[in-house]
């Protein structure tokens, strides 16, 4: 499943970020620092490091906690990884798929917020590939695009402008790519019967067909 979540970060969120990032002498350095071995030959970009970088981590990861969205698709145990990366023209990365393990801990899923307005720059789409065809994403800035860490993907050349994004993974509770669309769909049916005011005994239900889902399936 991919997952298009919109409006994460309004206007105002967005340049702080911005702003933040480019707050110290040196903020970004080569982004091939920190890829695996293989995916070290196709990385061509840049990710902000040093405080800023740590305190807009840290900004970003309290803001996804918080939205019911994006925690309701995740089922997020622990955020194993987040970064800002820059890509100016000439930049890219190449066809590849994200480690599996981080620091020692299992990556279930990717996500990529955008920080920068899609007419700012030309190129720098997300592409994940999949066995129908691939995808081609670019976002407006402060949404988000969530998808299985298992796929290749790549982002494509940027010819004009900057490209400044959040990348991230998470180990989610529910291990299941399939397990975490079907608790992902009763999330948004209970949400739906709770707007339409349904019986109380319904929901009920509904509730404990959720939470035994998760005792069944969560990985603690």
Do not use: C
């Not at 800002?84 to 990529?112: C, E, I, K, N, W």
């Not at 769909?185 to 949400?191: K, R, S």
């Amino acid at each position: 499943m991919i997952l298009y979540i919109h409006g994460v970060l309004d206007d105002a969120h967005v340049n702080a970020i911005s702003d933040k990032a480019r707050s110290e002498p040196d903020a970004f350095a080569d982004g091939r620092k920190t890829a695996g071995w293989h995916a070290k030959t196709v990385k061509n970009n840049e990710q902000a490091q040093g405080a800023a970088a740590q305190a807009v981590s840290e900004m970003v990861r309290k803001t996804l906690l918080a939205h019911p969205v994006f925690k309701a698709a995740a089922v997020p145990k622990q955020f194993v990884k987040i970064l800002l990366s820059r890509y100016q023209p000439g930049m890219a990365y190449g066809t590849h798929v994200d480690d599996a393990l981080m620091g020692g801990v299992r990556t279930d899923l990717s996500f990529t917020l955008f920080l920068a307005d899609p007419d700012s720059y030309d190129g720098g789409a997300l592409i994940v590939e999949g066995n129908e065809g691939d995808t081609e994403v670019k976002l407006p800035a402060g949404s988000l695009v969530l998808y299985p860490t298992t796929t290749l993907h790549r982002v494509e050349p940027v010819t004009r402008g900057e490209r400044l994004a959040i990348v991230g993974w998470v180990r989610s509770y529910v291990r299941s790519h399939e397990e975490r669309e079907i608790l992902f769909d009763l999330e948004n049916t209970i949400a739906a019967l709770r707007e339409a005011k349904a019986d109380r005994a319904i929901l009920d239900r509904l509730f404990k067909v959720r939470a035994n889902l998760i005792r069944k399936w969560a990985d603690d």
